[in-house]
């Protein structure tokens, strides 16, 4: 059945081909209009770039592991507290909480962490959770440090990011990437 049909059938005034043809042709010109001036309206409003780029901040840290006697029977896990130094770009401290595991094959081992930061990241400053989950496979070692979703505060409210840890020569060194949201000022 054609629309000029079916528009006849609904009760509505019947219109000619011509009339129909007209108003269909004019709706495609109006779609067409209300595209370009989006695509107009859409190349002079950007997204707010500051909000949405990714940022890099590196430097060196200096990490103190202190063992808990939990007295637990099981000699493969291990409770530990951390305290960190942070300098570079990631100026300040953090104090928190990692439990390992051991296995009879050399290299081969795991942790989780917890742990919060204090300080200023390139300027802003606040605190934020950083969560640690390694693995070490017969010494290949695979590790995500992240930043718990909305732990931040301050002027780094609504961080968002990761961070890459490399020993060299007993040193340890941070690559971290990370966004500020809306929230932080």
Known sequence: MRMKEAIGNSGMKKISNRQFRFCVGIAIVAGLCLLIGFRSWAQTHPPNKEETRMSHASGTFDVKLAPQDDKAEDTALGRFTIDKQFHGDLEGSSKGQMLGANTSVKGSAGYVAMEQ?????????????????????????????????????????????????????????????????ADSK
């Open 117 to 181: 930061v204090s300080g200023t990241l390139h300027g802003r400053s606040g605190t934020f959770v950083l969560q640690h989950s390694g693995t070490m496979t017969r010494g290949a070692l695979q590790l995500s440090v992240t930043v718990v979703p909305d732990s931040g505060t301050g002027q780094l409210a609504g961080l968002t990011g990761k961070m890459d840890i490399k020993i060299e020569g007993g040193k340890h060194f941070y690559e971290f990437e990370y966004e500020l949201g």
